[in-house]
């Protein structure tokens, strides 16, 4: 067995990682420390900001120091113009959500976070049939006003009086709110940041026509509520599994299978529309894969679990091979979207199995079979080292590679997790604990270190480098596996070489 030989410092140093300065930001941020370079602003919020505390916190964020190794450089004034903000779900599981979260990431544009906690149980509509629940609030999108000096921003009985389409035309404009708002966000960003814009020139159209008769993505966009499960109750964690068969005397019951195949072969046939390439609209990546996305990952991870068969696989290459090749091309030429956005199989099986077992509504619901867990190193990325140098490229905050990223996370939020540990880990003392989390990050950044992803990947490898874990890291590797949540916590590519540890442990003496 190995012991660790690098304290928290080099594990910082190691991801590039430096603690703050003493006058940081008021607010309750994310990050414990940074890289060296300037993070987005990430805010964490336990109620719903009105649209007076965003104009302060972008007023906040205009005027915010830059902070170096050193200290506070300068005070930044050289951003072209006021950076938007996105209001989302602390347990990164609102998939309306992550479809604009996605959006932001393809543009490759800078945005600040607030990340706002919410209650899972109260996400349980019919139909999507909002209520005023704090996560029914979300997401929000806040478009600060532009920088104009001839701009007036006292008020007056005048403008507070202005003609009420104005008022509504200045709402849209600068503030979207909720999930039913959702698809005019995606709208919006791709008029901010389209390529006859002065903001921004990067990213896909995410609207691109493949004729001007033809508005081939807002087309794949509305068929998406004509194919999924019909009447279902809308569980963000877990999208069109369950249905309500009486609404006077409420039953809960499982979608029936021929439903989901039914929603499964319609989309296959979808996606075989455009032969050009493997996206919704051919050869490029557009607003309905934004869309799909979210949905179609949960539903490939938590189908199988309640259905066997072929049939019910997602990623049966036999089944549904345009489906299949969705996934990959997601997977492999979106970088935003494996190295930050998607969540991971684990996750979404895992949501599922707590809502069966915790909540009482589904007591009548068989559990489904915990399955052995499999390699979750990302099969279809035979390169995932280039792809996250191409997600880093204009990301410079982010560590070197997708492994170091993993243990920034874990290093950045250690004494949080040490304490969840601690309560979960009985047999140690604070010491054990910390030297095993240490073991484990250390572990973790020597897959780093080797350039060949061929023995990354290998789990023979992994399996050796494993079992030279000390017993207590072998504890604490089990309990950072089943804490991890993605994307909340990290993307799927980051987390992956976590989850590939994790795979290779054998059955786990703590619960």
């Given at each position: 067995?190995?012991?660790?030989?690098?304290?928290?410092t080099?594990?910082?140093s190691?991801?590039?990682?430096?603690?703050?300065?003493?006058?940081?930001?008021?607010?309750?941020?994310?990050?414990?420390?940074?890289?060296?370079?300037?993070?987005?602003?990430?805010?964490k919020l336990?109620?719903v900001?009105?649209?007076?505390?965003?104009?302060?916190f972008?007023?906040?964020?205009?005027?915010?120091?830059?902070?170096?190794?050193?200290?506070?450089?300068?005070?930044?004034?050289?951003?072209a113009?006021?950076?938007?903000?996105?209001?989302?779900?602390?347990?990164?599981?609102d998939?309306y959500?992550?479809?604009?979260?996605?959006?932001?990431?393809?543009?490759?544009?800078?945005y600040?976070?607030?990340?706002?906690?919410?209650?899972l149980?109260?996400?349980?509509?019919?139909?999507?049939?909002?209520?005023?629940?704090?996560?029914?609030?979300?997401?929000?999108?806040?478009?600060?006003?532009?920088?104009?000096?001839?701009?007036?921003?006292?008020?007056?009985?005048?403008?507070?009086?202005?003609?009420?389409?104005?008022?509504?035309?200045?709402?849209?404009?600068?503030?979207?709110?909720?999930?039913?708002?959702?698809?005019?966000?995606?709208?919006?960003?791709q008029?901010?940041?389209?390529?006859?814009?002065?903001?921004?020139?990067?990213?896909?159209?995410?609207?691109?026509?493949?004729?001007?008769c033809?508005?081939?993505?807002?087309?794949?966009?509305?068929?998406?509520?004509?194919?999924?499960?019909?009447?279902?109750?809308?569980?963000?964690?877990?999208?069109y599994?369950?249905?309500?068969?009486?609404?006077?005397?409420?039953?809960?019951?499982?979608?029936?299978?021929?439903?989901?195949?039914?929603?499964?072969?319609?989309?296959?046939?979808?996606l075989?529309?455009?032969?050009?390439?493997?996206?919704?609209?051919?050869d490029?990546?557009?607003?309905?894969?934004?869309?799909?996305?979210p949905?179609?990952?949960?539903?490939?991870?938590?189908?199988?679990?309640?259905?066997?068969?072929?049939?019910?696989?997602?990623?049966?290459?036999?089944?549904?091979?345009?489906?299949?090749?969705?996934?990959?091309a997601?997977?492999?030429?979106?970088?935003?979207?494996?190295?930050?956005?998607?969540?991971?199989?684990?996750?979404?099986?895992?949501q599922?199995?707590?809502?069966?077992?915790?909540?009482?509504?589904?007591?009548?619901?068989p559990?489904?079979?915990?399955?052995?867990?499999?390699?979750?190193?990302?099969?279809?990325?035979?390169?995932?080292?280039?792809?996250?140098?191409?997600?880093?490229?204009?990301?410079?905050?982010?560590?070197?590679?997708?492994?170091a990223?993993?243990?920034?996370?874990?290093v950045?939020?250690?004494?949080?997790?040490?304490e969840?540990?601690?309560?979960?880990?009985?047999?140690?003392?604070?010491?054990?604990?910390?030297?095993?989390?240490?073991?484990?990050?250390?572990?973790?950044?020597?897959?780093?270190?080797?350039?060949d992803?061929?023995?990354?990947?290998?789990?023979?490898?992994?399996?050796?480098?494993?079992?030279?874990?000390?017993?207590?890291?072998?504890?604490?590797?089990?309990?950072?596996?089943?804490?991890?949540?993605?994307?909340?916590?990290?993307?799927?590519?980051p987390?992956?070489?976590?989850?590939?540890?994790?795979?290779?442990?054998?059955?786990?003496?703590?619960?």
């Open positions: 067995m190995t012991t660790p030989t690098n304290s928290w080099d594990l910082e190691k991801c590039g990682l430096v603690v703050p300065s003493s006058n940081s930001n008021n607010h309750e941020n994310e990050e414990q420390c940074s890289t060296n370079k300037e993070r987005p602003t990430t805010i336990d109620y900001p009105s649209r007076l505390q965003l104009e302060e972008s007023k906040a964020e205009q005027s915010k120091p830059l902070q170096t190794k050193e200290g506070i450089l300068s005070i930044s004034t050289d951003k113009s006021p950076v938007p903000w996105l209001v989302r779900d602390a347990e990164g599981v998939p959500a992550q479809q604009v979260w996605l959006a932001l990431e393809l543009k490759t544009t800078n600040c976070t607030i990340l706002v906690s919410c209650d149980n109260k996400n349980d509509d019919i139909d999507n049939n909002m209520s005023s629940s704090r996560s029914h609030q979300l997401p929000q999108l806040f478009w600060p006003p532009e920088d104009n000096p001839n701009t007036n921003t006292n008020s007056s009985e005048e403008e507070e009086n202005e003609n009420e389409t104005l008022q509504n035309h200045r709402q849209f404009q600068n503030y979207l709110v909720g999930k039913e708002q959702t698809l005019d966000m995606l709208e919006s960003i008029e901010r940041y389209s390529s006859s814009s002065s903001h921004h020139d990067d990213g896909p159209d995410l609207y691109r026509r493949i004729s001007e033809v508005d081939n993505v807002r087309c794949n966009i509305v068929r998406f509520q004509s194919i999924v499960p019909r009447n279902t109750l809308f569980l963000p964690h877990v999208p599994q369950f249905i309500v068969t009486n609404k006077n005397d409420p039953i809960i019951s499982l979608v029936t299978s021929n439903n989901h195949m039914v929603t499964l072969e319609e989309t296959d046939e979808v075989e529309e455009y032969d050009e390439g493997p996206w919704f609209c051919g490029f990546v557009s607003a309905a894969d934004v869309v799909w996305a949905f179609l990952e949960r539903y490939a991870a938590q189908l199988p679990s309640l259905w066997t068969g072929d049939e019910h696989d997602p990623r049966h290459p036999k089944e549904y091979p345009a489906i299949v090749a969705w996934f990959r997601m997977e492999c030429h979106v970088p935003c979207y494996s190295c930050r956005v998607a969540g991971d199989a684990t996750t979404w099986s895992r599922l199995q707590t809502t069966l077992a915790t909540d009482p509504r589904f007591s009548h619901i559990q489904p079979p915990k399955q052995t867990q499999q390699n979750p190193r990302l099969h279809s990325i035979s390169k995932p080292r280039n792809l996250w140098n191409q997600y880093t490229q204009n990301r410079p905050w982010l560590a070197p590679t997708p492994e990223e993993c243990v920034a996370f874990f950045r939020h250690r004494t949080a997790i040490l969840e540990a601690l309560e979960q880990t009985k047999q140690m003392t604070e010491d054990e604990a910390d030297v095993a989390f240490r073991h484990v990050l250390e572990q973790l950044l020597l897959v780093s270190e080797n350039d992803d061929d023995v990354k990947h290998d789990m023979d490898h992994v399996s050796i480098m494993v079992f030279s874990l000390s017993e207590h890291a072998k504890e604490m590797l089990h309990f950072l596996d089943q804490r991890l949540q993605v994307p909340r916590d990290m993307g799927m590519l987390a992956s070489t976590l989850r590939s540890f994790a795979a290779a442990l054998p059955k786990p003496s703590i619960s």
